[in-house]
Structure formats: C-alpha cells, structure tokens
C-alpha cells in the first residue's frame, strides 16, 4: 500500500497534459529486452546437434512460436517488474524517464496487460509442446516471486541475483523444448548455465551500485544495495564464475570432451564482461544494449561458432590424449 501511495503521488507529480498511453503501454513490455532470448540459443543447438532427427520443416515454424512466447511471457515479467518497481525508479536519475513514473502508463490496464501477455505466450507455446508451457509458466512465477511482495526477491541480498538468473537455465529449457527431444538435458549443465547467469547479474549490481551511489544513496534505490558493497559483490562474482566453470567441466567431461577447447574463448569473454562493470553507466547495467559492444559480440559469435563445430566434429587424437590414465 505504501508503494501504490507514493505511485500515485508520482503520477499525479509527472502526469503530462495528454499522455501517450498507447505508446507507454508497448514500451513496458521492453521488446528491445528480447535480445536476451539469445539464451534460448543454446539450448536449441545442443538439442539439434544431439537429436539431428528433429532437424525437419515443421522445427522452423516451431522455433519461430517457442522464441515469440517466450518474449511475451518475458514481456509479462516485465510489466509487472516496470509497475512495482516505479516508486524507486523515480528516484533513479535516468530510469525515472521510464514510462511509469512518468505517468504514461494506466495502471490498472497495466496489470491487465501483464495477465494477458502471459496468456498468449502459454497459449502460443501449447502450439510446440507441453513441456514448453510448463517450463514458460515456471518463468513467469519466478518473475511473481522476482517482484511481488511479501516475497520480492529482488530485496534480498545474493538471493536477488540468484532468482533472477534461473532464467538463464530456464531459458536453455525453452530451446531443448522447442525441439524435445527424448531424453533429459544433463543437469550439471542447467546448474553451469544458472551460475554463469548469476555471474552476469552480480556484475549487473556491482555496476548499478558504483554508478547509482554518485547521485543518491544506493539504499534508496534498491533495498539490497543496503546490503552490498563493492567488496563482497567481486568476491560473490567470483563464486559464480568458478562454479559455472566447475559444472560446465563437469558436463564436457562426461559428454563433450572436445569442448575443452572453447574453454579459453569462454574465460575471455568473462573477462571483457567483468571490465564492462567499471566504466561509467556501461552496458552491464543495461545488457539489452551489449550488442553495442562490438568486440564483445564477435568474441561471442566466434565462441557459439567454435562450440557449435566441438559438439558435431570428434577430434579422437584430442579426447585420447586427455583420456589416458597415469595408472596401468
């Protein structure tokens, strides 16, 4: 209650003579955020490289519904994390441009559109497969349990970071259901991709703090930063590395031994991600604009390139080298 009353005082505050709602309510859904279902990727190739079976016709159409409803159940997240989050967000220096604390948003066609987004994208995923829907419903909750209170995740210290990035595996669950094939994905996998997720996110906050601390106390802003500082979010960072790192070695050592080999590409691409967090409002604070980052990008699109080929080419020399036992 006392966030919707310091809303309304927002609004009544910002509100322009004729806001465009029309366009305030397409830009909460933040389509431009859809460029983080390149996570979904992933998860679709090492299905197809695993199970070429699939590889048909109709896998094409289904590709192009599972991405849709997963950015409109994405897109759902997002509404309802731009109406709760609009008190703080006004007292953000850029972020209070935002349609909602602007007043360019009807609040309650707001949390109408949030029901409605998830409802087409289930309905759209029943249309590729069941688990597909189970696994897009699974992303919506942890977005209700993200940031809707008594609960709001995003308030609490580590456990922010670590909810918000089980969407990396669940968005790896999207692409291996989209072409469900029959069997399961190895878990040590889901557990790298959730951690390297968490690795990501930390930089997010540690970015957001160093940036959001030069106008207001970062407290003020999100209830977590009360928590943090700069010490222990690097120390956090480095956990989540080496456990993605440990799992992923895991994971290539009982199924994809060849794909040690992308390891180094992988640990440089981590580096230039963790640099990105010490410049000035940088794109780890907004990653919907890391396609920005040119170096980045194609060090990343030479990796997904490299991790394609390892998972469809065998190297028996390589794997018989790392194979053979110090024991007779």
Known sequence: MANQFKLGIILSVNKQAKP???????????FDHWIKNVFVLPGFLIAVSIYPQSIN????????????????????????NEILDA????????????????????IQWGYVQWIVLMLIGLALASLVSQALVWVLLWLWVMGC???IPPVRAKDLPYIDVLVES???PIRLLV???IVSPPFQIPVSLLISYWMIGAYLMAIKRFAEMRDISRNISAKQYRKSFGYYTEQNLLVSIMFYASTSMLFFGAFVMRYRLELILSFPLIAFIMAMY????????????????????TPLMLASFLCLILMVFLMNVSLPAFTAFFQQSVLN
């Open 57 to 80: 016709p109709g896998l094409f159409i289904s590709v192009v519904i599972g991405f849709l409803a997963a950015g409109l159940v994405a897109s759902s997240n997002y509404v309802i």
């Open 87 to 106: 008190p703080f967000d006004a007292l953000h220096p850029t972020k209070r441009l935002r349609p909602t604390p602007a007043g360019r948003v009807h």
């Open 175 to 177: 692409g291996w259901y």
């Open 166 to 168: 089980i969407n990396n």
């Open 20 to 30: 465009d709602y029309l366009r305030g309510h397409l830009e909460i859904c933040r």
């Open 145 to 147: 349990i993200y940031n």
């Open 274 to 293: 963790l640099n990105l967090a010490f410049k000035e409002d940088g794109s780890a604070q907004a990653p919907e604009k890391l396609w920005k980052e």
